[in-house]
């Protein structure tokens, strides 16, 4: 067995033909209960008349789409804000609690632990209700105080995980905390935090669907006008299955443009090794003969 194969088998033993056989069973037996599953809900769909026209028939009429579309909009625009805000946030405070400064640094860590603890619905009705705010500044302002402090957290771990020589050595070199802060280890933090900042933006995304509470008119508040209409036969399901795969779409794209950024990263020269050219036979040292 060669050095590799081991080391790939080291926690898990390579399958005999009587396990091979039992994954095999267990794959077939568990591949008959999701069909089986999702013929049930099919036949559920059909048996209470979900794939009727008269369902369908409203997301043909141009009013419809134009409601969808208004929606879908009001949401990008929501999202566009508090993700934008919400690195900015998260990077103001992930400096405080970094900061040399210990009243700064404690500020910092309070609105943190604060804004995290805080369920990010209150905080959204607190400012639509209580501060008279519109619905759209509200439900960006409670996204951004809530995604900005847990990114916040990120941004602090992914520095603090470079390893501690590259800011010694940036300190050697005679820079400042702000210039290796910057220059350092932001940049080789990134690629680091990169999917699990992609990850609470795709949180920041699904909840702009709490808009809907304080009558901001987003993509999931228009599927509410159309299911409750009466003249549409109250087609709840119909728009569960138009919002839900465009919801689920946007969430893969974002997921999808963080692996594309992660390998354009590491196809990046300025973050590649220098490669070393290996010692050639017969080169002699400095001072030897």
């Not at 969808?68 to 508090?82: D, H, M």
């Not at 935090?193 to 699904?206: D, G, R, Y």
């Not at 138009?242 to 020269?269: D, E, H, K």
Request: aromatic content about 10%; glycine content about 6%; proline content about 6%.
């Amino acid at each position: 067995m060669t050095h590799s194969t081991a080391s790939a088998t080291a926690l898990y033993d390579i399958p005999g033909p009587v396990t091979r056989k039992r994954h095999l069973t267990y794959g077939v037996v568990s591949t008959i209960v999701i069909l089986a599953v999702f013929g049930w809900i099919l036949y559920l769909l059909f048996d209470t008349d979900q794939f009727t026209a008269a369902k369908w028939n409203p997301f043909t009429y141009k009013g419809i789409q134009e409601l969808l579309l208004r929606g879908l909009g009001n949401t990008l625009k929501a999202f566009a804000y508090a993700a934008v805000l919400s690195l900015a946030l998260g990077a103001v405070l992930a400096v405080g609690r970094l900061s040399v400064h210990r009243p700064v640094r404690w500020i910092a860590t309070l609105l943190v632990e604060f804004f995290r603890a805080m369920p990010v619905l209150v905080m959204i009705f607190f400012i639509f209700v209580a501060l008279k705010v519109q619905p759209l500044p509200a439900l960006v302002a409670g996204l951004t105080l809530y995604n900005g402090s847990v990114l916040a957290e990120v941004f602090r771990t992914g520095i603090n995980s470079v390893d501690r020589g590259q800011r010694e050595a940036a300190y050697a070199l005679g820079m400042r905390k702000t210039q290796v802060t910057t220059h350092v280890l932001a940049p080789q933090a990134v690629r680091a935090m990169l999917p699990t900042i992609i990850s609470q933006l795709v949180v920041a995304l699904k909840d702009t669907s709490l808009g809907y509470l304080i009558t901001y008119e987003e993509f999931l508040h228009a599927g509410k006008l159309i299911a409750s209409n009466l003249d549409y036969d109250l087609p709840f399901i119909p728009v569960v299955m138009v919002i839900s795969p465009i919801y689920i779409g946007m969430c893969m794209l974002l997921s999808w443009f963080a692996t594309w950024m992660a390998r354009r990263q590491r196809r990046n020269p300025k973050t590649e090794a220098a490669g070393v050219a290996p010692a050639e036979p017969g080169t002699v040292l400095p001072g030897r003969q």
